[in-house]
C-alpha cells in the first residue's frame, strides 16, 4: 500500500443557526493515499461535498466543525492557521467543481483568470506563468489554446470550460484533487470524455483524487477504492472491485442493485424504500435501519462502528461481520 | 421617484409575516421610531387643531406682537414673520401634507395598477403598446414632468397632487405588470381561464389582489417620496399658496431670514424629513420582511 | 455588439419623438390659448393673430406637429417671455453653471457612494455597515432645499467658513476676472492660471455641489453595498477563495468589477436626479444656471421658455439612459462579444 496523503478521521460537522443546531457528518473517516482515487458516493444530501469542502475548510459561515482531524502529508489542516490554509488551497490542493459555467468570473478571460492562481502561489515570471498556463491547457486536450486563453467564459462550451477548470486546476501540481461532481453538468458523451481524461492526466502525473458523485457508474470507471457514505456516516469503504464484487452494506447493495442495466431492462426499477434521515447526529443506532430489511434490534439500539471484513474492506454493520448469515 | 423590489413578490405574504412585522416595528429601535412617527403623523392630520397650542395661527390668523420669537417654552418652535407659532402650523399641516401624498399615491395606483396588469395578463400588441407608452413618461427626469405641468395649469395644490399623480402611475403600471407576468403561468389562472371565465374578470378578481403586496410595499414608501415631492414643489412656489400652512411653503417663507431666524425654515423642513425618513425606513423593513431569499 | 448599438440608438430615437409628442401636446394641444401663452399676458390681438399663422395653430394637430418639429429641430424654440432672448440660447448660455455643479457633485458622491457601500457589504452588520445604512437612508430622505439652507446657516452664519450664495465673488469681477471659455469657472480659472479665481469658484461650489450630492451618495451606497453582497455570494468567488486568493485581491479587485455593473444604472439615475434636483439647489444658493431660469420661468408662466426646458431636460434624460446602457454594453464581455 501506498503512503498515506491525507487522512480524514471521525470529522462531524454541523449546521448553527439562531434556532436549531443539526449534524450534517456525524464522524467520517477516510485515507486516500498516494496516486490513489478514492470515489466518495451517496446520495444528494449525504454530506459528501460538505466532507470536500471541509478538507479545504471552505465551509459556508453557518456550518462548523464539530469534532475530528483532517492530516495531509505532515499538517493539521483544520488547526492550520488561515494563512497558510490558503497557501495550501490551489497549489497543493486543488477542487473543481459542478458547473463550470458558473465557476468561472464571467468578466475576466479563462488566461487572466488562471494567471491569478498561478500568480498567487507561484514566484514565476510573466513569460514563464504563460507557458505553464499554456502547458497544463494542452494537457487537457483542449484546441487552440491561444484562442482559449483570451476567451472569456460565455464563449466556451460547457466541455471546454471543464477542461479549463480542471487545467487550472492543476497549474501548481497539487498532490490531491478533489473533484464535486464534474460530470454531472454535462451531457453524457461529453462526461466520458471528461472522464477518460481525468483518468489518463491522473496516471500520467500521479496526483491523488477525492472523486465525489452520486452516479455509482461513473465511480466504477475511474476510482481505485470507494467510501459509500450515508447520512453523514461511512456505510462501507472498498476498494472498487470488491464493493461491486461483494457490497456487503445493505445500503451499498441497494445502490449497485438500483443501477439499471441492459439485463434487467423491462423490469421495474429496484429502488430502496423510504428517504434519508435529516439530522443524523439525533440518530441513536445505525442511520440506515429504518429502511433496511436485515434490520435487528441491535440497530436501531447500537450505532455501528467500522469493521473490517477484509483485506482494505470496511463495513458499518451489525450483521457484516458475521459470515455465517450467508448474504452477499 | 420609485426604487422598487427586484423581483415582485408575488401572492400572499409568507406565514407569520404579521408576527415578524410586529416583533419588527416594535422592537427594532429604527422600526419602532418609523411606526411612532407615522401614528404621530396619522394622529396629526385627523385632529390636528385640537393637538396645536395656538390652533388658530396653526390656520393662518397672525399675531402681530410676538413676531419671530426664537423657540422658547411658549412657543417650542418659535415664531414666524408674522408672528404665528410654528409648532402649531407644523402639526395643523400634517393633515395637508399626509391627504396630498396619499391621494397622489391612490390616484397613482388607480391609473397605474391596471394598465399595468392588462398589459402583463395581455401580453403581445397591447403589452407592446401599453409599455411603449409608460416608458415615455418614465423617459422624463423625475419631477420634471410634474413641474411642467403644474406650470401649465398653473400653481396650486391640486394640481400639484394631478401633476404629481400622473408623473407616478408609470411605476406602479410596471410593478403590476411584472407581477402579472408571472402570475399568468400559475395553475389557478390557467383553471380560470380554462373554464371560461372572461379576462376581464381574471383581471379584477384573481390578478390584480393577487399583486397587492409589492404595490402595497410600494404604496408605503411612495407616500413618504410625494410627502418630499410635494414639499419642493411648494419650495419653489408650484404648491400651496399661503396662508396654508404647507411645509414646502413654509421653508420658503423662512428663506428670506434663515440666517439670523433658523427656526423658521428649520422645523418645517425637519417635519418633512422625519416624515420621509419613517416612510423609508418602513418600505425598507417591508421589504427585507418579504424578501424571498431570507424566508426559503 | 453593434447590433445592440443601433437597435439601442433607434430605441432612444424613438423615445425622443414620444417625448416631443408629449412635449408638443402640453404646448399647443391642452391649453386653451396657446397663442396667449407664447406670447406672454400683454399680447396684442394682431400679434395673437400673427402666432396663431407662424405656429400653425389653426391647422390640423398633426399638421402643428410637423410645424413643432421643424420649429424644434431648427433651433427655434420660441421667445422667452421673461428675457425677451431666444429659449434655446437662454438654455445653452446658461447649461456650463449647471453641468459644473453637477459634474461637482457627481464626482463627490460616485466615488464616496462606491467606497462606502463595498465597506459596507465587507463588514455585514458591524459598525461600518450600519453607519453606512444610516448616513444611506438619511441622504435619500433628506429635502435637498431643506440641506442646502441648514449647510448655509451652520458654514456661513455659524462657522463663516464658506460663501453663502453664487459662483464666485462678487469683487473678483474687478480683481482676478475669469476669462470665460468653456463657461466652467474651475475650469477657465485653471486654463488661465487665476489661481484666486480658482479657489474662490471652489469654496463656492463646495455647499451646493455636497447639497445635491446627499441623495447620489445614499442611493449608490445602498446599490453598491446590495450589488456587493450578491456578488460575493457567486460561485465564481467561492471558487476564487477555494484557489487561495487573497481577501482583499478578491474583494476588490474580482468581486467589485461584477458589482460595479448593475450600480452604472444606479449612477444613470443619480445623474436623471441631479438634472431636476439642481433646480432647488440652484435656487437656495442663487447659483445662475439653468435650474434658477427654470423655476423663475416656471412662476412667470413663461410657457416657450418652461417647454423649451421641459423638453431639454427629457432629452438629456435620454441621453444619459443611452450612455449608460452603452457603457454597461461595452464594459460586460457577454454583451460586447456576444
Request: proline fraction near 6%; charged fraction near 20%.
Amino acid at each position: 500500500m501506498s503512503e498515506t496523503l491525507l487522512t480524514v478521521d471521525d470529522l462531524a460537522v454541523e449546521f448553527v443557526t439562531r434556532d436549531r443546531r443539526s449534524t450534517a457528518l456525524d464522524g467520517v473517516s477516510l485515507r486516500i493515499g498516494a496516486g490513489e482515487v478514492v470515489g466518495l458516493v451517496g446520495e444528494t444530501g449525504c454530506g459528501k461535498t460538505l466532507t470536500g469542502l471541509s478538507i479545504l475548510r471552505l465551509l459556508p459561515r453557518t456550518a462548523r466543525v464539530a469534532r475530528g482531524s483532517i492530516r495531509f502529508r505532515d499538517l493539521d489542516l483544520l488547526a492550520l492557521d488561515e494563512l497558510r490554509m490558503r497557501g495550501v488551497r490551489g497549489s497543493q490542493i486543488s477542487m473543481i467543481f459542478q458547473s463550470p459555467g458558473t465557476a468561472f468570473n464571467p468578466l475576466f478571460t479563462i488566461g487572466s483568470q488562471i494567471r491569478h492562481i498561478v500568480g498567487e502561489h507561484q514566484k514565476l515570471s510573466r513569460r514563464d506563468a504563460d507557458e505553464r498556463i499554456r502547458e497544463v491547457l494542452v494537457s487537457v486536450g483542449l484546441p487552440e489554446v491561444e484562442r482559449v486563453t483570451r476567451s472569456y467564459p460565455h464563449q466556451l462550451s460547457g466541455g471546454m470550460l471543464q477542461r479549463a477548470m480542471i487545467a487550472m486546476a492543476l497549474v501548481n501540481r497539487p498532490a490531491l484533487l478533489i473533484a464535486d461532481e464534474p460530470t454531472t453538468a454535462l451531457d453524457v458523451t461529453i462526461a466520458s470524455q471528461i472522464l477518460r481524461l481525468l483518468r489518463r492526466i491522473q496516471e500520467e502525473q500521479g496526483f491523488s483524487v477525492l472523486f465525489i458523485t452520486h452516479d455509482l457508474g461513473v465511480v466504477r470507471t475511474v476510482s481505485d477504492r470507494v467510501v459509500v457514505l450515508y447520512a453523514g456516516r461511512v456505510a462501507e469503504d472498498a476498494s472498487t472491485p470488491d464493493l461491486f464484487r461483494e457490497p456487503r452494506h445493505p445500503y451499498s447493495r441497494g445502490l449497485i442493485a438500483a443501477v439499471p442495466r441492459p439485463a434487467t431492462r423491462g423490469r421495474a426499477l429496484a429502488s430502496i424504500p423510504g428517504s434519508v434521515p435529516g439530522d443524523p447526529g439525533s440518530i441513536v443506532g445505525c442511520a440506515f435501519a429504518d429502511r433496511c430489511e436485515l434490520a435487528i434490534d441491535r440497530c436501531r439500539a447500537e450505532r455501528p462502528l467500522a469493521r473490517t471484513t477484509g483485506p482494505e474492506h470496511e463495513v458499518a454493520c451489525h450483521l457484516a461481520s458475521l459470515p455465517e448469515q450467508g448474504w452477499s | 421617484m420609485a426604487i422598487g423590489l427586484a423581483q415582485p413578490v408575488v401572492g400572499a405574504p409568507p406565514r407569520g409575516f404579521g408576527h415578524r412585522l410586529r416583533r419588527a416595528l416594535l422592537t427594532d429601535p429604527l422600526g419602532f421610531f418609523s411606526l411612532v412617527v407615522i401614528v404621530l403623523l396619522i394622529v396629526m392630520a385627523i385632529i390636528g387643531s385640537a393637538m396645536a397650542p395656538y390652533p388658530m395661527q396653526g390656520e393662518g390668523a397672525s399675531s402681530v406682537t410676538t413676531r419671530l420669537f426664537p423657540p422658547s417654552w411658549a412657543h417650542w418652535f418659535g415664531t414666524d414673520l408674522f408672528g404665528r407659532d410654528i409648532l402649531s402650523r407644523v402639526i395643523v399641516g400634517a393633515r395637508g401634507a399626509l391627504v396630498v401624498s396619499v391621494a397622489v399615491v391612490a390616484l397613482a395606483m388607480a391609473i397605474g395598477v391596471p394598465i399595468g396588469a392588462i398589459a402583463g395578463y395581455s401580453r403581445g400588441r397591447i403589452d407592446g403598446a401599453l409599455m411603449r407608452l409608460t416608458d415615455l413618461f418614465l423617459a422624463f427626469p423625475p419631477l420634471l414632468l410634474a413641474m411642467a405641468i403644474v406650470a401649465a395649469l398653473g400653481p396650486g395644490l391640486d394640481h400639484a397632487a394631478l401633476a404629481l399623480a400622473i408623473s407616478w402611475w408609470p411605476w406602479y403600471a410596471r410593478l403590476a405588470r411584472g407581477t402579472a407576468i408571472s402570475l399568468r403561468e400559475r395553475p389557478f389562472i390557467e383553471a380560470a381561464r380554462s373554464i371560461g371565465i372572461p379576462d376581464r374578470t381574471i383581471v379584477l378578481r384573481h390578478i390584480v389582489p393577487n399583486s397587492l403586496t409589492p404595490i402595497l410595499v410600494q404604496a408605503t414608501i411612495d407616500i413618504g417620496t410625494v410627502i418630499l415631492a410635494a414639499g419642493s414643489l411648494a419650495f419653489i412656489g408650484l404648491g400651496a399658496s399661503p396662508p396654508a400652512p404647507d411645509w414646502g411653503l413654509m421653508v420658503a417663507e423662512g428663506r428670506t431670514y434663515i440666517l439670523d431666524q433658523w427656526w423658521v425654515s428649520t422645523f418645517p423642513g425637519l417635519a418633512i424629513f422625519v416624515a420621509v425618513l419613517a416612510f423609508n425606513l418602513v418600505g425598507d423593513l417591508l421589504r427585507d420582511l418579504l424578501d424571498p431569499r431570507q424566508n426559503a | 455588439m453593434t447590433r445592440f448599438v443601433v437597435r439601442r440608438l433607434a430605441g432612444s430615437a424613438l423615445v425622443l419623438l414620444g417625448l416631443s409628442v408629449i412635449t408638443f401636446t402640453l404646448a399647443r394641444v391642452i391649453p386653451s390659448n396657446p397663442a396667449a401663452l407664447y406670447i406672454g399676458p400683454k399680447a396684442r390681438p394682431e400679434e395673437i393673430e400673427r402666432v396663431t399663422r407662424q405656429l400653425g395653430l389653426d391647422q390640423a394637430p398633426p399638421v402643428q406637429y410637423l410645424t413643432y418639429m421643424r420649429d424644434m429641430l431648427t433651433g427655434d424654440w420660441g421667445t422667452s417671455i421673461g428675457t425677451k432672448r431666444p429659449v434655446l440660447e437662454e438654455i445653452v448660455s446658461r447649461l456650463p453653471a449647471t453641468l459644473e455643479l453637477i459634474a461637482a457633485a457627481m464626482a463627490l458622491a460616485i466615488p464616496l457612494g462606491i467606497v462606502l457601500g463595498v465597506l459596507s457589504a465587507r463588514w455585514q452588520r458591524r459598525p461600518p455597515d450600519v453607519l453606512v445604512r444610516v448616513v444611506s437612508i438619511v441622504g435619500v430622505s433628506l429635502p435637498a432645499f431643506w440641506l442646502g439652507l441648514l449647510l448655509q446657516v451652520v458654514f456661513f452664519r455659524n462657522l463663516d467658513l464658506l460663501p453663502l450664495s453664487g459662483r464666485v465673488s462678487a469683487d473678483l469681477r474687478f480683481t482676478a476676472p475669469i476669462e470665460p471659455i468653456t463657461g466652467l469657472y474651475l475650469v477657465d480659472a485653471a486654463l488661465g492660471w487665476n489661481w484666486a479665481a480658482f479657489v474662490d469658484a471652489s469654496r463656492h461650489l463646495v455647499l451646493p455641489a455636497l447639497t445635491l450630492a446627499a441623495f447620489p451618495i445614499g442611493l449608490i451606497a445602498r446599490m453598491t453595498r446590495a450589488s456587493m453582497i450578491e456578488t460575493l455570494d457567486q460561485d465564481y468567488i467561492r471558487t476564487a477563495r477555494a484557489y487561495g486568493l487573497r481577501d482583499r485581491f478578491v474583494t476588490y479587485r474580482l468581486a467589485l468589477r461584477n458589482a460595479l455593473l448593475p450600480v452604472l444604472t444606479v449612477v444613470g439615475l443619480t445623474l436623471a436626479y441631479s438634472l431636476t434636483g439642481s433646480f432647488f439647489v440652484e435656487i437656495v444658493f442663487n447659483w445662475p444656471g439653468l435650474g434658477t431660469f427654470a423655476v423663475h420661468s416656471m412662476l412667470n408662466v413663461d410657457y416657450p421658455a418652461i417647454m423649451g426646458i421641459a423638453l431639454f431636460g427629457a432629452a438629456a434624460y435620454v441621453l444619459i439612459n443611452l450612455v449608460v446602457d452603452l457603457a454597461q454594453a461595452w464594459l460586460d464581455p457577454r454583451v460586447r462579444l456576444a
